[in-house]
């Protein structure tokens, strides 16, 4: 049914904690799940081994050693055995519920992606307890965090859907929202997964990256990642969604600001329209000011 593909950092100290969680959480969705792990980063290859995946480590990188999307998803969807793919990030651990909101999209063409929620994980989990779900749960509501609208760490397609994607640094901001700016583009529907995927973010530091978190957001590879998304505009996030997916099924993204957010894409999608930008970004500083006052929460709605 799907095929999940992955790109895994160095299977060292905490970060190898975190991502053999991940790795068993998928292995517990469904027997009839393919997984790839992607890359030839430390243990990678012993990991696939171990768990009994698909491994493949030929991934293109830039002159820093940085893996690029664009081979990624390119081998991600070539190797892939099922008609719906999806690229995770190895340290998401994902839950029961996410084959279910699979199973009710119907769209010959779509992009599914949702907020995670943010859990501090130190030890490896027992995924053979009985229960084990429910108590991460429970550990989530206590003590985790829903992270914000422009951080994304799954994304849910038909192969074949993305091509020609530009080579893009992994891990160095922008090209997730590129990504969604592609899809829109293109037509397809862009579903919000948030109501009806929980997917939790082990929490880590920054120190496989030589710069840490700055060189992250700021490095000269950040820096090469804006350029290649072309421009600030096409840096979509789960604001640009026009589908929602909850438990009762798809619907339109119909709030407000889901619809203020079309308008918006609308200026950057259709050239005819690009002196529509300035005032919708007059208009969006003003919302967010009347939000800020409002004490308005901006994941809700």
Known sequence: MLTIFSLPKAFKGHIKTIQVNAILSWLKLDSGCEIILLGDDE????????????????????????????SVFDKGQSLASND????????????????????????????????????????????NTPGWEDQLRTRLLKNGELHNRSGLDYFIFRRGFYQNIPPFAIGRTTWDNWLIYRARYLGSSVIDATQAVVVVHQNHDYSHNPGGTAGVWKGPEAVRNRELAGCREHAFTLEHATWILSSQGVRR???????????????????????????????????????????????TG
């Open 43 to 70: 243990g990678t290859a012993e990991a696939a081994d171990r768990f009994g995946v698909r491994y493949y480590p030929g991934i293109e990188r830039n002159e820093y050693g940085t893996p690029l999307v664009s």
């Open 253 to 299: 993204a119909l709030s407000p600001r889901y619809l203020y957010f079309r308008l918006d894409a609308m200026t950057v999608l259709s050239p005819r329209l690009r002196f529509m930008r300035r005032p919708m970004k007059a208009l969006t500083r003003l919302l967010v000011r009347i939000r800020s006052r409002l004490g308005v929460n901006r994941n």
């Open 84 to 127: 719906i793919v999806c690229y995770v990030n190895a340290d998401i651990i994902l839950l029961s519920d996410f084959l279910t909101a699979i199973r009710q999209i119907k769209m010959s063409s779509f992009l599914a992606i949702g907020q995670r929620w943010d859990l501090d994980v130190r030890d490896e989990l027992d995924f």
